[in-house]
């Protein structure tokens, strides 16, 4: 098993503000966080959790949200923090902000090239993001819009959208999602497969033709083609896992990348009931799904349920499970190692 180092650089647990506490001593649980890995480092930021209010490396300017993401820029040893929402801050106009992470230090990007006003972005939450490296890209797919993300903004409104940030000319491009359907609260996994690598959204909640809120079926699978900028839409069979929201993944690949698994753990219902602690796998290209924990043989009983946790594959040898919420206990996320959980992959096992 190769090694993994976890960075609490600017870990901050927001809520209603008790007293602050030592996250390394009082740590309990943690999620709808955002984590990126940079160099086999991986960070961790924002979120919601107890203690009730901790902040490192993160002045006062400098917000802490939940529900975002982070878009690494390995090369230059950055990460850029967007969307999410605020809790005990009042939204402002949109800012992007970077952590430097050779410096330690968060700043606010430059503007050069501006395809897209700043008036017209927002903090989307929820939504599905990742980012193409080899091309300083970064992606978010639909997700909402709400009072607590934008100044004054109203009723929360689900986008059908696919925002683009363009690290090298600091600027946004609005693009169209694979249809006008909105969707939020599912995922977007990278592929480094065809000429230019593609995006893989599914799972969540979207708007269906009466106005209700309804699952994505974990049968659809849309497919963004980076360079061509041309969307896809495959349908998946095999063990099709329960329509779920709030899930994490993340991705590995055969060496001579004729094959991809992405994995899919826990997440929440879309209706009634508290969610899923299990693992499945997407298969590409056969897009077929197979049920990878728990195994008949692994014994009686669903796994508890777990959802708002993020996955980050170290090395194409695990993936790292970092926090998330229990609907059904009270119980801390096992604080000695701060809500960290380990799943080996080629084994259908889990383990903290």
């Known amino acids: 098993m190769m090694f993994f180092y976890l960075v609490l650089w600017s870990f901050s647990l927001i809520g209603p503000s008790i007293q602050q506490k030592d996250p390394l001593k009082d740590f309990c649980f943690l999620y709808g966080h955002q984590t990126t890995l940079v160099d086999r480092e991986l960070y961790i930021d924002g979120g919601l959790g107890f203690p009730q209010e901790y902040i490192l490396t993160k002045n006062a300017t400098v917000p802490s949200v939940n529900g975002g993401i982070l878009w690494s820029d390995s090369p230059n040893k950055l990460f850029y923090l967007y969307g999410g929402e605020y809790r005990d801050w009042i939204p402002t106009e949109f800012k992007l902000w970077y952590f430097d992470i050779a410096y330690n230090t968060w700043n606010r990007s430059s503007w050069g090239k501006r395809p897209t006003r700043l008036s017209a972005i927002g903090l989307t939450l929820l939504g599905a993001g990742v980012v193409v490296e080899d091309k300083m890209l970064g992606f978010y797919y639909g997700g909402w819009l709400t009072n607590n993300s934008v100044p004054g903004y109203g009723d929360p409104t689900m986008l059908s959208t696919l925002l683009v940030y363009d690290m090298n000319n600091?600027?946004?491009?609005?693009?169209?999602?694979?249809?006008?359907?909105?969707?939020?609260?599912?995922?977007?996994?990278?592929?480094?497969?065809?000429?230019?690598?593609?995006?893989?959204?599914?799972?969540?909640?979207?708007?269906?033709?009466?106005?209700?809120?309804?699952?994505?079926?974990?049968?659809?699978?849309?497919?963004?083609?980076?360079?061509?900028?041309?969307?896809?839409?495959?349908?998946?069979?095999?063990?099709?896992?329960?329509?779920?929201?709030?899930?994490?993944?993340?991705?590995?690949?055969?060496?001579?990348?004729?094959?991809?698994?992405?994995?899919?753990?826990?997440?929440?219902?879309?209706?009634?009931?508290?969610?899923y602690g299990d693992v499945y796998?997407?298969?590409?290209?056969?897009?077929?799904?197979?049920?990878?924990?728990?195994?008949?043989?692994?014994?009686?009983?669903?796994?508890?349920?777990?959802?708002?946790?993020?996955?980050?594959?170290?090395?194409?040898?695990?993936?790292?499970?970092?926090?998330?919420?229990?609907?059904?206990?009270?119980?801390?996320?096992?604080?000695?190692?701060?809500?960290?959980?380990?799943?080996?992959?080629?084994?259908?096992?889990?383990?903290?």
């Not at 991809?260 to 508290?274: H, M, Q, R, T, V």
């Open 170 to 275: 600091t600027g946004f491009n609005n693009r169209s999602g694979p249809d006008t359907v909105p969707r939020a609260e599912g995922v977007m996994i990278y592929l480094p497969a065809g000429d230019g690598g593609i995006l893989v959204y599914f799972g969540g909640i979207q708007i269906a033709d009466n106005g209700t809120t309804v699952g994505v079926p974990m049968s659809d699978i849309f497919l963004y083609d980076v360079v061509n900028q041309h969307w896809y839409q495959e349908t998946a069979t095999g063990d099709v896992p329960e329509d779920r929201r709030r899930f994490c993944a993340d991705a590995t690949w055969a060496d001579d990348r004729s094959s991809y698994n992405i994995y899919l753990f826990g997440g929440a219902s879309i209706g009634e009931g508290s969610g």
């Open 281 to 352: 796998i997407l298969s590409l290209p056969s897009f077929k799904w197979i049920k990878f924990w728990p195994r008949p043989e692994d014994g009686p009983g669903p796994p508890r349920p777990h959802h708002s946790s993020t996955c980050n594959i170290i090395g194409r040898s695990q993936m790292i499970i970092m926090g998330g919420t229990f609907p059904n206990t009270t119980e801390c996320d096992v604080p000695p190692v701060f809500g960290q959980h380990g799943l080996l992959l080629g084994k259908a096992n889990e383990t903290v």
